[in-house]
């Protein structure tokens, strides 16, 4: 019986421990628990697929979303970030491909896109996110939980 009581006080820190981690990290993971995937496909219907499908790119509107994007890299306070952003700005070596009217038509997607984001709130926002967590692979999904679940000092 005495061993079992310090076992026992391990267990139940390690499990405030986990708790508490989950409630202070800016970076934790969302999840259908606290969000609604639900509400957020119909979020993406009514504000993004105008622009967006959810698979498929449209040529010269905006980028697919999802896993081939790379988007499971990121946290998901970062894809509700670069959501309200307005998406990813080019970088210079993608840029230097276009031309001066794709880049503004590109920049003016964006512009676009942080006006809409402008007018949902972080929930909505939040649960868009959720929404299209649910089409990535297996694969992204995996990589995506590893990534939001690393220790803070790494």
């Known amino acids: 019986m005495a061993g079992k009581i310090p076992m026992l006080l391990v267990g139940i820190l390690m499990m405030v421990y986990v708790v508490w981690r989950g409630m202070t990290n800016p970076d934790a993971s969302l999840s259908a628990n606290t969000n609604d995937p ?8 009514q504000k993004c697929a105008v622009c967006h499908e959810p698979k498929e790119g449209i040529p010269l509107k905006a ?18 970030e670069t959501a309200k952003q307005g998406g990813h700005k080019l970088g210079d070596e993608a840029a230097q491909d276009l031309s001066e009217e794709e880049r503004l038509e590109i920049e003016k997607m964006r512009e676009t896109m942080r006006q809409t984001t402008a007018k949902l709130s972080t929930q909505d926002l939040k649960d868009i996110v959720v929404f299209l ?8 999904q995996l990589e995506h939980w ?3 679940h690393q220790p803070q000092d790494q």
């Open 38 to 45: 639900n509400r957020g496909q119909d979020l993406f219907t």
């Open 63 to 80: 980028p697919a979303l999802g896993f081939h994007g790379q988007e499971f890299r990121l946290t998901d306070r970062q894809l509700v």
């Open 133 to 140: 967590k649910k089409s990535w692979t297996s694969d992204a």
């Open 146 to 148: 590893m990534i939001t």
